[in-house]
């Protein structure tokens, strides 16, 4: 089993990554295989309604997109991270989601039954507005998300202040250990 973290902050190294390196590490901890994928430097463009992808699955833009979605394709779990840029999730993950949710359409068993889940860091306000794009994402695709015990945001505004929130950390830590058991239980 495998559970994959995207990552949408343009800043390498910082609080998101954090935070989902510390889920994926309870995920790690029930013997499954993670990896973070950051979409930071990368090239991911936005969709751009050409509905190429209604016939196939696949995106007509070539960029890295097509390398993270298969792995996507690949993982029995996928966690989306992001920062809260302006009340929102950043530009770049939601290119990539668009494109990931679109082509996903064509093929709707490609992502349906798997487990995931989103992540939000900011400095202030805009969690649960981001943390709501995100869901709604996971929830139209068909996958499965798990709780936590409380919703999944953590604060931080300099690179690595997240790990001074510990409550933040801790929601990260349980809502990693709930996606392992889901997943274990629907593996068994
Ligand atoms: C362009 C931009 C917009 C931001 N907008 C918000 C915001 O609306 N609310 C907030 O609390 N923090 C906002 N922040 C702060 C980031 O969410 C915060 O620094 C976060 O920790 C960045 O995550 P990273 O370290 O993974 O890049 C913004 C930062 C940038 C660069």
Known sequence: MKVIAITGS???????????????KAIAE???????????????????????????????????????????????????????????????????????GYVARSNPQTLRGKVGGPL???????????????????KIAGLIVPGSTYWNIAFGREKGEVSQDEEGLKTAWNFGKNLALVLKKLKA
């Open 120 to 138: 939000v860091v900011a400095r202030r306000a805009g969690h649960n507005f981001t943390i709501a794009q995100l869901d709604l994402w996971f």
């Open 30 to 100: 029930e013997g499954i295989d993670t990896e973070i994928i950051s979409l930071a430097g990368k090239d991911i463009k936005f969709c751009n309604a050409c509905m190429a992808c209604s016939k196939k699955e696949d995106c007509s833009i070539q960029d890295d997109f097509q390398a993270i979605y298969e792995k996507m394709k690949q993982a029995d779990g996928i966690i989306l991270a992001s920062p809260v840029y302006y009340g929102s999730c950043t530009a770049l993950i939601k290119a990539f989601i668009e494109r990931a």
């Open 10 to 24: 343009p800043r390498q190294n910082g609080n998101t990554e954090m935070l989902a390196a510390h889920s994926l």
